[in-house]
């Protein structure tokens, strides 16, 4: 590579260019040089294959995959009998012994189905019924959710925390059901009014962080002049205009902040014609209720016997809460599409005891005990408290 006469000298420069691309390091530049030619380093290299030695060819050769495992020292190499690697210069440092490990010959596993019936088959690329585009799971980012348009500009959208310098393809989001309603009044009244169950609100699902599409429920729609949510009791809107120019100073900020993260970060431009945040909270897991019922948790406090005038929670308390905030334009109302069943996190009734915990099911125990987290077995049932022994 850096003789002269050597006839592959020309693919190994010693000065070249390089393009920063928004880097701030040289290390992390990009190097203009041209790709080498495997076939031209190969015929350099066949007549110095030649006069190597016979262990050195056996290096440059394929070998066999090797496991290598720790291995204590044994009771008869002890500190006495064990070799020691003693510091030089008679330094204050204790003698270093050496380590023992273990190698074996590592087999790769067969495509052979159990039993050695038959063979597995590879499949190349996507197995079939694999959700793809509008069908995509939430959280599993796709273009195909909004409708937008697409165009190559110098958007100075971010590559490894710096701004690219050359041109990236912006997504441009066409108006979708929210932005539509055009205020953040009228996106209130059509989305804040939720679910009311027997003894309790449940706010309205959507989704949001498009295009990943994360599970959500709305707490409050705001724009510059205040922030509607719904009352203590999840009975009534209510609207809580901001309290004078500082406020809406920090409305104006957090909104160009969201803005900004979308654009920066997605390349995604969103409509101006509807500044209006909405404020969620996000799908936390399921929650088994003593019932055995599972339902989807998304952190949302029990409703009833507050202060009808008061908001939910305050909004000083949004923060605290987990409350985060999305343009409009990245959220998705539209409940009848696939990223509403998402399997993973289904609700259900309650099911006899026995179904949820048969005979011989493997379990870990959760309970606020020492034994959080232990591994279990089901061994029986005892349903006059509902209890199942492990």
């Not at 597995?120 to 909004?146: C, D, N, Q, Y």
């Not at 399921?286 to 005038?309: H, Q």
Request: proline share 7%; net charge neutral.
């Amino acid at each position: 590579m850096v003789d002269m006469h050597s006839p592959i000298h020309d693919m190994y420069p010693t000065s070249f260019s390089v393009d920063m691309n928004g880097k701030k390091m040289p290390w992390e530049a990009v190097v203009l040089i041209d790709f080498v030619d495997a076939e031209r380093i190969r015929d350099a290299m066949r007549p110095r294959l030649q006069q190597l030695s016979s262990d050195e060819q056996r290096r440059n050769s394929r070998g066999t995959n090797m496991a290598y495992s720790y291995t204590p020292i044994s009771v008869e190499d002890d500190a006495e009998n064990a070799p020691q690697y003693l510091a030089p210069c008679n330094l204050k440092f204790p003698p270093i012994r050496p380590l023992k490990c273990k190698g074996v010959i590592y087999i790769l596993p067969s495509l052979k189905a159990k039993g050695g019936r038959a063979e597995l088959e590879l499949v190349s690329g996507l197995i079939r019924g694999a959700s793809t585009r509008a069908k995509m799971l939430s959280g599993f980012p796709s273009l195909f959710t909004v409708r937008h348009n697409a165009q190559l500009a110098f958007n100075g959208t971010e590559v490894f925390g710096s701004p690219s310098r050359d041109e990236s393809m912006q997504i441009e989001l066409l108006p979708n059901a929210p932005v539509e309603t055009g205020s953040a009044e009228g996106i209130a009244h059509e989305l804040l009014n939720g679910k009311r169950t027997s003894d309790a609100y449940r706010p309205r699902r959507l989704f949001v962080a498009w295009p990943y599409l994360r599970d959500a429920v709305l707490v409050g729609v705001s724009d510059i002049s205040g922030t509607y949510t719904m009352d203590a009791r999840g009975t009534n809107i209510i609207f809580l205009e901001h309290g004078g120019a500082g406020e809406r100073q920090v409305w104006t900020r957090r909104y160009m902040e969201a803005v900004h993260q979308a654009k920066k970060t997605q390349a995604v431009i969103t409509p101006d014609n509807c500044k209006v945040l909405l404020h969620v909270l996000h799908l936390r897991g399921l929650e088994m209720f003593p019932d055995g019922s599972l339902v989807r948790d998304y952190g949302f406090p029990a409703s009833g016997g507050a202060d009808p005038s008061r908001p939910w929670a305050g909004l000083g308390m949004w923060s605290e809460a987990g409350v985060q905030s999305y343009p409009a334009s990245l959220v998705l109302t539209d409940l009848s599409g696939a990223w509403v069943n998402n399997p993973r996190f289904a609700e259900h009734e309650a099911v006899p005891l026995d179904q949820a915990f048969a005979i011989k099911d493997r379990a870990f125990f959760l309970g606020r005990t020492p034994l959080y987290g232990s591994p279990g077995k089901v061994i029986g049932h005892a349903y006059d408290d509902a209890g199942c022994a492990v």
